[in-house]
């Protein structure tokens, strides 16, 4: 079959189009026919052996995607052959033909949802769910700030929130991620590049009862000063330190909370997949592909995912 293979870390350039076995599977596991890969951040912290990860080699990137199932252990349940699927942590890499799953991070497919969509849901939409609902415990009526919400987390944590009845502010860093937030149908939008831009929410009476953080080694210290009173951060992303000031949690009765999905049990996996299926069926959250890319491109796609000025998900297409 053919994969995307790395054999040391590095750059974007150690990712090499090659020609391996199919990977096999034990009676635990499904073997999935990959029609499409999301492209993640975090695949470019394992691909270079940052943040904390390691990796073995030789790797194939991709922890996200979505297919059709082809094979299923003999001891697996739930799941046949010919099922469309999407997963979060598969176990060989997602940049190939095929790739082993879990059943436990495989969750069923919508009809209605395209193969590039669908791959557009495993970090990204069970994080964005995972840090507004299990964590962060959003409720209607209450006031959200989505603190970088044009890449692929953000833009589904927008679609999720607006659609449980919350108030929904959300940042941009772009004229074009104001514009698609706007789509979106974020009630407030601001932009995270301009002065004081979180003023107006600069007071406890008015501050936001929830902020999900993408990028907290810039915008803790900020997020504390915006909160409402028993307001809640939760830190999804961030890249480096930053310093606070305690007190802003103290006057507030206010707590900061960490999410990494890593951390997510198969009984939460199970029941925020069951919450996403009927809304993706329906259409009431709908991934943002922003660009797809061939297989032997996802040197292309890594790149891009972190360049700013984001706007929905980078997405490899195996039809292409
Ligand atoms: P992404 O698609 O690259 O989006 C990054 C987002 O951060 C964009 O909305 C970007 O906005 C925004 N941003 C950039 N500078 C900002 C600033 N100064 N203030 C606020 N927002 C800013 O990444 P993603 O997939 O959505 O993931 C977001 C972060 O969460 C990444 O760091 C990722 O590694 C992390 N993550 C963590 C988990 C977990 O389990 N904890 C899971 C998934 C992702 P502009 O480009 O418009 O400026």
């Not at 176990?91 to 190939?96: D, F, Q, R, Y």
């Not at 669908?118 to 959200?144: D, K, Q, W």
């Not at 000031?245 to 997949?273: K, W, Y």
């Amino acid at each position: 079959m053919r994969a995307i293979c790395s054999h040391e870390y590095g750059g974007s350039d150690v990712l090499q189009l090659e020609e391996v076995e199919q990977p096999p599977i034990n009676d635990h596991q499904l073997l999935v026919a990959v029609k499409a890969a999301g492209i993640n951040p975090v695949d470019t912290y394992i691909r270079g052996g940052t943040n904390n990860y390691t990796t073995t080699f030789p790797h194939i990137p991709g922890m996200d995607g979505a297919g059709e199932v082809v094979q299923v252990g003999a001891d697996v349940k739930g799941f046949c052959t010919g099922d469309r699927v999407f997963f979060h942590r598969c176990v060989t890499g997602s940049a190939a033909d095929f790739t082993v799953c879990d059943p436990n991070t495989t969750y069923k497919l919508p009809d209605s949802v395209s193969w590039v969509e669908g791959a557009c849901m495993g970090v990204p939409g069970l994080t964005a769910y995972r840090a507004l609902f299990n964590r962060g415990h959003a409720v209607a009526g209450e006031s959200v700030l989505i603190h970088g919400a044009t890449g692929a987390v953000g833009t589904i944590a927008v679609q999720l929130a607006k659609a449980a009845g919350l108030n929904v502010t959300a940042s941009a860093g772009t004229e074009e991620g104001e514009r698609l937030l706007r789509q979106l149908g974020a009630d407030q939008i601001v932009n995270h590049r301009s002065e004081d831009y979180l003023k107006p929410w600069n007071n406890m009476d008015d501050g936001f009862d929830l902020i999900l953080e993408m990028l907290a080694d810039v915008n803790l210290d900020r997020d504390l000063k915006a909160l409402g009173r028993r307001g809640r951060v939760v830190v999804v992303g961030s890249r480096g330190n930053i310093e606070i000031t305690p007190r802003d949690l103290m006057a507030r009765d206010a707590a900061v909370m960490g999410m990494a999905l890593f951390n997510g049990t198969p009984a939460e996996f199970r029941q925020i997949s069951q919450a996403l299926f009927p809304l993706l069926d329906s259409g009431m959250v709908k991934p943002v592909v922003r660009q797809t890319f061939a297989l032997g491109d996802l040197a292309k796609a890594h790149d891009a995912v972190l360049q700013s000025g984001a706007a929905g998900n980078y997405v490899i297409d195996l039809s292409l």
